[in-house]
């Protein structure tokens, strides 16, 4: 992605604005493909690990983001986000630092295979009630404060140069939806946050000024499996 914040990636050179100003890039990456075969709504939940194909692309986006001057990469505690993180780290020389703030969002289908009949059992119907806070998990307002305050952390440690954060995808687009103004709820099948996705954002200071999105593992995705399920953004 170079020259995508329209400067010159001069790695090793913090980047200012005339007044002094920092510039900072940092990169929020997604997990890639979990080993899942039962397609459990897995959440929080220990030991889902990245499967074959959730590895390569984690390779295909540690090297999309091979060329950045990247000084911090930080993580999701759990495994599938660690696991994705590892190999951007290393391209860099550099540990892999976790960060509870950027992990899954809760949800009380945790464990669950997600189907029609699931999503018909009366015992689940009150999680229904409100889907703008949602009632079903963590209410968006405290995803986005949580992402929030772990971006701002990453943004200082880097100040000038750029960081990695690795996260999950609700965790993400709740986060891109805040800082770009938007309201926070929405269809989780119109999240532009793929697998082993990159929404960057670009900050003047404190200020974030730009969002940025690429998908350097897209040529992986047509056989990849999804949850979550994903789409393209296409209402506000």
Same mark, same amino acid.
């Given at each position: 992605?170079? $020259?995508?914040? $329209?400067?010159?990636?001069?790695?090793?050179?913090?980047?200012?604005?005339?007044? $002094?100003?920092?510039?900072?890039?940092?990169?929020?990456?997604?997990? !890639?493909? /979990?080993?899942?075969?039962?397609?459990?709504? #897995?959440?929080?939940?220990? $030991? #889902?690990?990245?499967?074959?194909?959730?590895?390569?692309?984690?390779?295909?986006?540690?090297?999309?983001?091979?060329?950045?001057?990247?000084?911090?990469?930080?993580?999701? @505690?759990?495994?599938?986000?660690?696991?994705?993180?590892?190999?951007?780290?290393?391209?860099?020389?550099?540990? /892999?630092?976790?960060?509870?703030?950027?992990?899954?969002? !809760?949800?009380?289908?945790?464990?669950?295979?997600?189907?029609?009949?699931?999503?018909?059992?009366?015992?689940?119907?009150?999680?229904?009630?409100?889907?703008?806070?949602?009632?079903?998990?963590?209410?968006?307002?405290?995803?986005? *404060?949580?992402?929030?305050? =772990?971006?701002?952390?990453?943004?200082?440690?880097?100040?000038?140069?750029? =960081?990695?954060? /690795?996260?999950?995808?609700?965790?993400?687009?709740?986060?891109?939806?805040?800082?770009?103004?938007?309201?926070?709820?929405?269809? @989780?099948?119109?999240?532009?946050?793929?697998?082993?996705?990159?929404?960057?954002?670009?900050?003047?200071?404190?200020?974030?000024?730009? /969002?940025?999105?690429?998908?350097?593992?897209?040529?992986?995705?047509?056989?990849?499996? *999804?949850?979550?399920?994903?789409?393209?953004?296409?209402?506000?």
């Amino acid at each position: 992605m170079p $020259g995508a914040d $329209g400067l010159p990636p001069e790695e090793g050179t913090p980047r200012a604005l005339y007044d $002094g100003t920092p510039v900072t890039l940092v990169h929020v990456v997604r997990h !890639g493909e /979990v080993h899942n075969p039962q397609r459990v709504l #897995y959440g929080r939940l220990p $030991g #889902y690990h990245l499967s074959d194909l959730g590895q390569e692309m984690a390779r295909a986006t540690a090297e999309h983001l091979a060329g950045r001057d990247v000084t911090h990469v930080v993580s999701s @505690p759990l495994e599938r986000a660690r696991e994705t993180a590892a190999p951007i780290a290393a391209a860099h020389g550099l540990e /892999v630092a976790t960060d509870p703030l950027l992990i899954e969002s !809760g949800n009380v289908f945790e464990g669950e295979t997600i189907d029609r009949r699931m999503l018909a059992d009366p015992r689940h119907w009150g999680a229904y009630v409100n889907p703008f806070r949602p009632s079903w998990g963590e209410p968006y307002v405290d995803i986005a *404060d949580r992402m929030r305050r =772990a971006l701002d952390a990453v943004r200082e440690q880097a100040a000038g140069r750029e =960081a990695v954060m /690795v996260s999950h995808q609700l965790p993400i687009w709740t986060l891109r939806r805040a800082l770009e103004g938007r309201r926070l709820w929405h269809h @989780p099948r119109r999240r532009e946050c793929s697998l082993a996705s990159v929404t960057t954002v670009l900050f003047h200071g404190p200020l974030p000024v730009r /969002v940025m999105y690429a998908e350097p593992a897209a040529h992986l995705l047509a056989g990849a499996v *999804d949850v979550t399920g994903e789409a393209s953004e296409v209402a506000p």
